[in-house]
């Protein structure tokens, strides 16, 4: 699995810094056009859901997006993300987890706009921001196939799929290290309401935020 993130990941970052090659060469009059490559780690706010059946409540995340810096401050970014991860079926009952020894593996992908403002302080190289914005957050849980009738598996009974729109609010610094390079540190809340709670150990925890707090680096390619 961390083989699978690290090729993922290493395959992403080539990408951004091709686009970024085409994107900085020609520079839209007023605007910075920077794609970026992200590294976060989240602990969610269904701790008890991610716990029992992941084993942790704190997940890595590996990620790309491209980032739009106006003359006057504004700033928008897209970013895709994208967390896998194989655990156990659980329940959760009485306050207390049970795994059940079927695997359930765990697919999140977040795709998130956000709209902010960076701060013009003394040094053009170390630069905060502070932004808001919302996305779509796709989820599904997929678990083994023991137990099933071939018609139970066609139909996808093994299977939970589900989308559902969320919010974040996001505030950090970026810092400046060559001409073409930056990277930044910060930490983004957010909240997915309605998305878990419907079965599972969800709903035995009583959690239904898909949410959480995530500190993230990035590296952004681009003036």
């Given at each position: 699995?961390?083989r ?9 970052f ?31 706010s269904a ?5 029992t ?6 997940e890595?995340m590996?990620?790309g ?11 928008v970014?897209?970013?895709a ?12 009952a ?25 701060f ?13 914005g ?5 989820y ?51 909240r ?8 599972g ?19 952004l390619?681009?003036?």
């Amino acid at each position: 699995m961390i083989r699978r993130h690290v090729l993922i990941a290493s395959l992403v970052f080539v990408t951004i810094v091709s686009m970024a090659a085409r994107v900085s060469a020609q520079p839209p009059p007023g605007i910075s056009l920077r794609p970026f490559f992200v590294v976060s780690g989240e602990g969610f706010s269904a701790k008890n859901t991610f716990q029992t059946a992941l084993g942790s409540s704190f997940e890595p995340m590996f990620g790309g997006g491209l980032d739009a810096t106006f003359a006057n401050g504004l700033f928008v970014d897209v970013t895709a993300s994208w967390l896998s991860k194989t655990g156990q079926t659980a329940f959760f009952a009485n306050g207390q987890g049970f795994q059940l020894g079927q695997p359930l593996t765990v697919t999140l992908t977040p795709v998130e706009a956000t709209v902010g403002y960076r701060f013009a302080l003394m040094s053009p190289n170390v630069v905060p921001y502070v932004g808001a914005g919302g996305g779509i957050y796709i989820y599904k849980e997929e678990t083994g196939t023991v137990g099933l009738t071939v018609q139970e598996i066609n139909s996808g009974a093994n299977v939970f799929d589900s989308k559902h729109a969320g919010f974040l609010g996001v505030a950090g610094v970026e810092v400046r290290v060559s001409r073409l390079i930056a990277v930044s540190g910060d930490v983004q809340y957010t909240r997915v309401p309605g998305i878990l709670g419907s079965g599972g150990v969800s709903l035995g925890a009583g959690e239904s935020d898909l949410g959480g707090l995530a500190v993230r680096g990035r590296v952004l390619v681009g003036r």
